[in-house]
Every structure is written in structure tokens, then in C-alpha cells.
């Protein structure tokens, strides 16, 4: 299951930005409340993968039916709420021979925070808690969340996360802009896990509508300590390079084209080390909605 996957949202886009994928996706609204999306993903090793699927928007929440290039069919019913505080979403995966697995998420809204459980058909269960804090001011916050995972009877895991957001005041009637984000976080797997405690401590600064810069610095679960610096330019109103380099030697390279009903980014990845005979990487990502 994610794992706090609302913490470093700001780093996590840029570094799923700058690393190659060869990847299109495409959205349609076919009329109010039925929408149709697709996806298509090319590895390195020549495989691939296509999705497309049909949401339709119930009184229930949204219903969603995809068919995954494997043969697999794959139903969802996101956002059921039973209870006014608690939201459920359900997920069944059929093949030729019958079911293939599930997964079920619930997420409450809880007197300190919310609270999300989540556990599937092959017995993996977690359970998370995220809350905010506004010691400092309206103009800033702090989130902590924890997350733990596991099998009936097994403890599997641990993940704690903090992180800071700072504000400042936007124009008169819109909310205040984020213009910085210190985050760390901890990782401790089971005790018998062959990898071991991870963390990271991140700092995103945004310069405005101009650009941005991140810097990141990761414990990885093998050992290796990790410095990852770069950030974000506006070249145009519709042109946005990004670029980050690492410790690792990887430079990596993203200019992101948009328009009002598509994107595209072109990436590029050269592993710089002295010792590795690595060919240079490129990728093209593409979003089309309408």
C-alpha cells in the first residue's frame, strides 16, 4: 500500500518528472458524469503495458471498469460514503480464470486527524494517521503522519513522516500560496527484512510563479547516502525545464511543453560516474484531456 504518499508531493513530482518514461495517457469526457481514460507505458526491455477504463459518477461515487493489457479486468468504486465522517473505496481484479485479487481502502475523519485502513485479499493489511498542527501561525503548518503495515499476526513495517509547510499571504479573497517545505522521513522494516532502516530529509523553496529549487537527502534501505540537488525554471507562460543531479552521478534533464488540453515532457538521463558504461537514457511522457 502507499505509504504517507501526501508527504514530499512537491519532490515526488519533480523527480517523476525528470526520470525517462515512455508513457501516453489520454482523458475524455464523453458527457457529464462518464468519463473514458486510456494509458499506455513502453519498458526499456521491449515489454509494455496499456490500460483504458470508463468512469461513471453514481450517487455511490465514481465507478470505474478498466481493462489492463494482461487480461485483466479491474473494478472500482472510489469515494462510497456509508458514514458522513468515513469514505470507502473497493477494488476487484478479474482474470480469464476468475478473481485475481482485491483491495479495500477506508479513510475516516477522526478528532485527531484522519485515519486511513486499508487491507486486500492476500491478507496484507495497514493502517495510517495523518494530522496537522498550526503552532506557528495561519501562514504555516505541520503534518505528522505514521503508517504501519503487516500480515494477520506479523508485524511488517514502520514509516514516520513531519513535515513543515510555509506559507504566505495571496492576493485579496484567494488563500495563501505555499512557498517552502522541510520534510523528513523514516522507514524501519521488519526485523527480518534483508534491507535495512531508511530516511530522507528534503527542502522544497518555490521562487514564485518562476521556479523552484529541491534539495534531498536520503539513507537509501541498502546503505548508500544519497544528495540530490536541481530544481525548476519557467523558460515561457507554456515551457517549464527541470533538472536534477545526485551524488550517484545521475543528471537528469525534463522540458515540459503544456497547452490548455495537453502536456508533454521530453527527459533525459545521463549517468555521469566514472566507472559506469551506461547509455544515456530518454523518455517522452504525453497527456492529452478533452
Same mark, same amino acid.
Given at each position: 500500500?502507499?505509504?504517507?504518499?501526501?508527504?514530499?508531493?512537491?519532490?515526488?513530482?519533480?523527480?517523476?518528472?525528470?526520470?525517462?518514461? /515512455?508513457? @501516453?495517457?489520454?482523458?475524455?469526457?464523453?458527457?457529464?458524469?462518464?468519463?473514458?481514460?486510456?494509458?499506455?507505458?513502453? &519498458?526499456?526491455?521491449?515489454?509494455?503495458?496499456?490500460?483504458?477504463?470508463?468512469? #461513471?459518477?453514481? *450517487?455511490?461515487?465514481?465507478?470505474?471498469?478498466?481493462?489492463?493489457?494482461?487480461?485483466?479486468? =479491474?473494478?472500482?468504486?472510489?469515494?462510497?460514503?456509508?458514514?458522513?465522517?468515513?469514505?470507502?473505496?473497493? =477494488?476487484?481484479?478479474?482474470?480469464?480464470?476468475? $478473481?485475481?485479487?482485491?483491495?479495500? &481502502?477506508? +479513510?475516516?475523519?477522526?478528532?485527531?486527524?484522519?485515519?486511513?485502513?486499508?487491507?486486500?485479499?492476500?491478507?496484507?493489511?495497514?493502517?495510517?494517521?495523518?494530522?496537522?498542527?498550526?503552532?506557528?501561525?495561519?501562514?504555516?503548518?505541520?503534518?505528522?503522519?505514521?503508517?504501519?503495515?503487516?500480515?494477520?499476526? %506479523? #508485524?511488517?513495517?514502520?514509516?514516520?513522516?513531519?513535515? #513543515?509547510? &510555509?506559507?504566505?499571504?495571496?492576493?485579496?479573497?484567494?488563500?495563501?500560496?505555499?512557498?517552502?517545505?522541510?520534510? %523528513?522521513?523514516?522507514?524501519?522494516?521488519?526485523?527480518?527484512?534483508?534491507?535495512?532502516?531508511?530516511?530522507?530529509?528534503? +527542502?522544497?523553496?518555490?521562487?514564485?510563479? !518562476?521556479?523552484?529549487?529541491?534539495?534531498?537527502?536520503?539513507?537509501?534501505?541498502?546503505?548508500?547516502?544519497? $544528495?540530490?540537488?536541481?530544481?525548476? /525554471?519557467?523558460?515561457?507562460?507554456?515551457?517549464?525545464? *527541470?533538472?536534477?543531479?545526485?551524488?550517484?552521478?545521475?543528471?537528469?534533464? %525534463?522540458?515540459?511543453?503544456?497547452?490548455? @488540453?495537453?502536456?508533454?515532457?521530453?527527459?533525459?538521463?545521463?549517468?555521469? !560516474?566514472?566507472?559506469?558504461?551506461?547509455?544515456? /537514457?530518454?523518455?517522452?511522457?504525453? !497527456?492529452?484531456?478533452?
Amino acid at each position: 500500500f502507499p505509504a504517507l504518499p501526501m508527504f514530499k508531493a512537491e519532490l515526488g513530482e519533480w523527480v517523476n518528472t525528470t526520470s525517462p518514461a /515512455k508513457l @501516453a495517457m489520454l482523458g475524455l469526457s464523453l458527457r457529464e458524469g462518464l468519463n473514458l481514460s486510456g494509458m499506455s507505458m513502453l &519498458q526499456d526491455g521491449g515489454g509494455g503495458m496499456t490500460q483504458s477504463g470508463l468512469t #461513471y459518477a453514481t *450517487r455511490f461515487g465514481a465507478l470505474k471498469a478498466e481493462v489492463i493489457s494482461q487480461g485483466v479486468l =479491474q473494478t472500482t468504486l472510489e469515494g462510497f460514503m456509508p458514514l458522513p465522517f468515513m469514505q470507502v473505496t473497493t =477494488q476487484l481484479a478479474f482474470m480469464p480464470q476468475g $478473481l485475481a485479487g482485491g483491495a479495500m &481502502q477506508s +479513510v475516516l475523519m477522526c478528532p485527531i486527524g484522519a485515519m486511513m485502513l486499508s487491507a486486500n485479499l492476500a491478507g496484507q493489511l495497514s493502517a495510517e494517521v495523518v494530522t496537522g498542527l498550526q503552532p506557528f501561525g495561519e501562514l504555516s503548518q505541520v503534518m505528522l503522519g505514521a503508517h504501519v503495515w503487516g500480515l494477520p499476526g %506479523a #508485524y511488517g513495517g514502520s514509516k514516520f513522516a513531519v513535515e #513543515y509547510i &510555509q506559507g504566505v499571504e495571496g492576493a485579496e479573497g484567494e488563500p495563501p500560496s505555499r512557498v517552502g517545505t522541510i520534510t %523528513a522521513e523514516v522507514t524501519r522494516p521488519h526485523a527480518g527484512s534483508a534491507n535495512g532502516p531508511s530516511g530522507s530529509l528534503s +527542502v522544497c523553496h518555490s521562487l514564485g510563479g !518562476s521556479g523552484a529549487l529541491n534539495a534531498s537527502f536520503e539513507v537509501t534501505p541498502q546503505g548508500e547516502r544519497l $544528495l540530490t540537488m536541481g530544481g525548476s /525554471k519557467q523558460l515561457a507562460p507554456s515551457a517549464r525545464l *527541470r533538472g536534477r543531479v545526485a551524488t550517484n552521478g545521475l543528471l537528469s534533464l %525534463a522540458l515540459q511543453l503544456e497547452s490548455p @488540453a495537453s502536456q508533454l515532457t521530453l527527459q533525459a538521463e545521463i549517468d555521469s !560516474s566514472s566507472h559506469s558504461s551506461r547509455p544515456p /537514457k530518454f523518455g517522452a511522457t504525453l !497527456s492529452i484531456s478533452c
